[in-house]
């Protein structure tokens, strides 16, 4: 007899002697489901899975007596949530994907902006200890003095461009 798992859709293959006839409480080894299952009367052909698509309304009321007439519905019956299902998996796969990228974006253009807090920061300490510094490193003010010259150039550049 197979038995299909109502949370994830999984299908076991299970022997009909080990459920008694009130039932058992089944579990999912996939998903961790819990459930409590009978085995359908005999006088009922429709298995499990095309009940819990029915409870899902994938099949209406009236479409279960071309079930029982028509037994390839059933087959139909369950594919349908899988195919939906696997369409879904590859659409949360994809937004997936854009996250990551997002993030990576996000992230190396945080890293980004810390290195250029951190440079600036650099600069305005040295520059504000900049003759305190000058007696244990006499070239720090010629390279501050080329760093400014170096910033107006850029500024002056950037203005050109614009005008």
């Given at each position: 007899m197979i038995i299909g798992c109502a949370n994830c859709i999984k299908k076991f293959n299970i022997d009909e002697k080990l459920i008694p006839k009130n039932g058992r409480l089944l579990q999912c080894s996939s998903c961790n489901h819990k459930w409590h299952y009978r085995i359908p009367e005999k006088e009922n052909i429709i298995n499990d899975n095309v009940i819990f698509s029915a409870k899902n309304?994938?099949?209406?009321?009236?479409?279960?007596?071309?079930?029982?007439?028509?037994?390839?519905?059933?087959?139909?019956a369950i594919n349908k949530p899988i195919?939906?299902?696997?369409?879904?998996?590859?659409?949360?796969?994809?937004?997936?994907?854009?996250i990551k990228n997002k993030n990576s974006l996000v992230n190396t253009l945080n890293a980004l902006l810390v290195l250029v807090i951190s440079f600036i920061a650099v600069i305005?300490?040295?520059d504000t200890f900049k003759n305190n510094f000058?007696?244990?490193?006499?070239?720090?003010?010629?390279?501050?003095?080329?760093?400014?010259?170096?910033?107006?150039?850029?500024?002056f550049f950037i203005k050109d461009l614009i005008s």
């Open positions: 309304k994938q099949i209406k009321n009236n479409d279960v007596k071309e079930i029982l007439i028509n037994p390839s519905l059933i087959e139909t195919k939906k299902l696997k369409t879904k998996k590859k659409e949360l796969d994809k937004e997936k994907k854009n305005l300490i040295l000058a007696n244990y490193f006499p070239i720090l003010i010629p390279l501050l003095d080329n760093l400014y010259e170096i910033f107006f150039d850029i500024k």
